[in-house]
């Protein structure tokens, strides 16, 4: 899996858009974009993935650069239940094993 | 909606006692994963199974093995625990695919502590 880096934390205000950017530039064809979180005290949640384009659901948008080695997670409106440790994972496949870097904080102040 | 449940949210166990921790899905997934958690270090995956009875070793199996009997269930054992070995551990399963479509999902963990 291609090396993903991520800005160790980063601060957002309530009710404003959260961008979360994400280095891949190593990222190969075939391998996905994956978001992932951590709430503290819980297991992992899946938020979004992505191949070339850009992609939206009920939680946030991924936005992938045109080169693919780079892209940006969007929480539209944060709250302060988005407080969360925030990872950038790119994989072939979920199906295969995940690997986790050390994410980004991400703390949503009032 | 994808339940992954684990047997227990903490355990205490001294050095030198077999430890197993359970975990159960109930989608019919057939890929499941252990991993461990810690401070600055991440996930790491321990081993995973994409079947019944089928094992792969991850990137830290060392100290640890797992068994899958039936499909729901994937379980991790701790042969001898050792203090090294406190962590949070997290079961996740997933669909098997060869494509990118197929998202794991996570349970609550399991926060295991050798004495």
């Known amino acids: 899996d291609a090396k993903t880096t991520q800005p160790t934390s980063m601060d957002c205000a309530e009710g404003r858009a959260a961008n979360l950017p994400c280095n891949h530039s190593?990222?190969?064809?075939?391998?996905?974009v994956y978001w992932y979180r951590q709430i503290h005290s819980q297991g992992p949640q899946y938020i979004i993935h992505?191949?070339?384009n850009n992609e939206t659901n009920e939680m946030a948008s991924l936005i992938i650069t045109e080169d693919r080695k780079s892209s940006t997670l969007i929480l539209p409106h944060a709250t302060l239940r988005d407080t969360a440790v925030y990872y950038c994972?790119?994989?072939?496949?979920?199906?295969?094993?995940?690997?986790f870097g050390g994410g980004t904080r991400v703390l949503v102040k009032p | 909606d994808v339940k992954v449940t684990q047997s227990s949210r903490y355990l205490v166990k001294r050095t030198g006692e077999k430890v197993f921790l359970e975990c159960v899905q109930d989608m019919d997934h057939e890929n499941m994963f252990w991993y461990r958690q810690d401070p600055g270090l991440g996930l790491r995956l321990i081993y995973f199974s994409y079947d019944v009875k089928m094992k792969e070793k991850g990137d830290i199996p060392e100290g640890y093995s797992v068994s899958r009997e039936k499909k729901e269930r994937f379980s991790l054992i701790l042969e001898s625990a050792s203090t090294n070995q406190t962590s949070m551990y997290l079961c996740?399963?997933?669909?098997?695919?060869?494509?990118?479509?197929?998202?794991?999902?996570f349970g609550p963990g399991t926060r295991l502590t050798v004495l």
């Open positions: 190593t990222i190969s064809g075939n391998e996905y």
């Open positions: 992505g191949l070339k």
């Open positions: 996740a399963s997933s669909l098997l695919g060869l494509a990118g479509d197929n998202e794991q999902f």
């Open positions: 994972i790119a994989s072939k496949a979920a199906g295969n094993k995940l690997t």
